[in-house]
């Protein structure tokens, strides 16, 4: 690691820190208001609408909720998927779609996810709209994770053209200006309680 990419990682992990630690104290009914909102600013945007095939994730440390637009989702008859990650160094995430029949589990990270079936899984370019969890972002499409690199490496392994990536988050987590590493792909665009962020 150069002197430049660890100084850079070291200031993503201290940022990470922080905005973990900002949105783990939001309160039960705030997390409750925001899944509301965020649920209102999606439900009826033409990327959502549209979609056939839409990644999501269930909500762990602090993270907004989509669970509204899953439920939603089901009801318009879309497939719906979530990431199951392989618990390793360097391990790869799947998108394995949900239904009424999944069997769940709990990954290595205390995140409950389904279990793995080859049968239920589709590659990530072909899906519609991907929506992954933020730890931070910024106005330009910058985006700060969990830190495991499972979404940038899933990214990097994805076929062209990408699908749809729109980012959520709750508004505490924006950030004047994230310190970028050269292997993160920009979101298309970051949804948050409060607003809309067209970032290309
Ligand atoms: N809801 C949700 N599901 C998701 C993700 C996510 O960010 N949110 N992921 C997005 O990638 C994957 C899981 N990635 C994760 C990466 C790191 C940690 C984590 O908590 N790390 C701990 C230490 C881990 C350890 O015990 O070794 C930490 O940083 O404190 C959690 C999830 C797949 N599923
Ligand atoms: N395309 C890639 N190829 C190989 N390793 C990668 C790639 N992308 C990321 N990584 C590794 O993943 C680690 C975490 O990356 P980063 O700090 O960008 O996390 P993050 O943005 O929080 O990611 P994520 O939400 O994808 O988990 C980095 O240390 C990096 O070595």
Known sequence: MTALSSSLSAERQSLRRLLRCKRRALTAAQQQQAARNLYLQLAQHPWFRRARHIALYLASDGEISPHLLLREAQRRKKHVYLPVVACRAGGQMVFQRVDVATRWGQNCFGIVEPIPDHRQQRALWTLDLVCLPLVGFDAGGGRLGMGGG???????????????????AHACQQVERLPVAPWDMPLDAVVTDCSWHDCR
């Open 150 to 168: 499972f979404y940038d490496r899933s990214l990097a392994a994805c076929s062209m053209p990408l699908p749809r990536l729109l980012g959520l």
